[in-house]
């Protein structure tokens, strides 16, 4: 569900509210607030989870410093302004000590999105999300798409979009440029579509 906000410019504040009532008052509602626009964000199913988990598995053991906070909501885009809710984000473990809802994203070296089976997936993931991460000055931005079976590698952020962009299908490996530095072998990501 996509809905307009009335007014072009709703204080951050304003979606706050709404966000903690509607996550008090409905179980399971999230909502993310990206250009101005309020969304609602779709419940992961078991697949979804499990592609999670695997990322987990293997940040663990390849950077055991670092924590893969699942459905961390942080405070995104230029200004701070925005709010989004990325599947995980790869940080310190104790990167989000005394914080809320919404975090500062300066410590965060990854932001993961895995696609959901919803009809704006697309502009969501490809789009909007991106442009949120890149303007945040996230280092690098992994989205796992399970409608088209690829894993894209998003790097090197200039403040408005990611300069590098590297697509491989599922079976492909594929590095996590630094500050993430790891390689993953995507061969189980086909166990986990529809």
Not at 57 to 71: A, F, K
């Amino acid at each position: 569900m996509t809905v307009m906000t009335d007014h072009p410019h709703m204080p951050t504040e304003d979606f706050e509210f709404i966000a903690r009532i509607a996550a008090r008052e409905r179980e399971g509602a999230r909502l993310e607030f990206i250009d101005g626009v309020l969304r609602s964000k779709a419940m992961p199913d078991g697949d979804h989870g499990m592609i999670v988990q695997w990322l987990t598995r293997i940040c663990m053991q390849y950077r055991p410093e670092l924590w893969l906070h699942p459905g961390q909501g942080i405070k995104a885009q230029e200004y701070r302004a925005g709010r989004a809710i990325p599947d995980a984000v790869l940080a310190p473990s104790s990167a989000f000590a005394g914080q809320g809802d919404w975090v500062d994203p300066e410590p965060i070296l990854m932001a993961v999105g895995v696609t959901s089976w919803d009809s704006d997936t697309h502009r969501r993931d490809h789009v909007e999300k991106p442009r949120a991460y890149a303007e945040t000055g996230i280092p690098v931005y992994l989205l796992i798409d399970r409608a088209k079976c690829e894993v894209s590698v998003y790097s090197q952020p200039n403040g408005r979009r990611y300069e590098s962009v590297h697509i491989v299908p599922y079976g492909s490996d594929v590095v996590l440029p630094e500050p993430v530095g790891i390689k993953l072998q995507t061969e189980p990501l086909k166990d986990w579509v529809r």
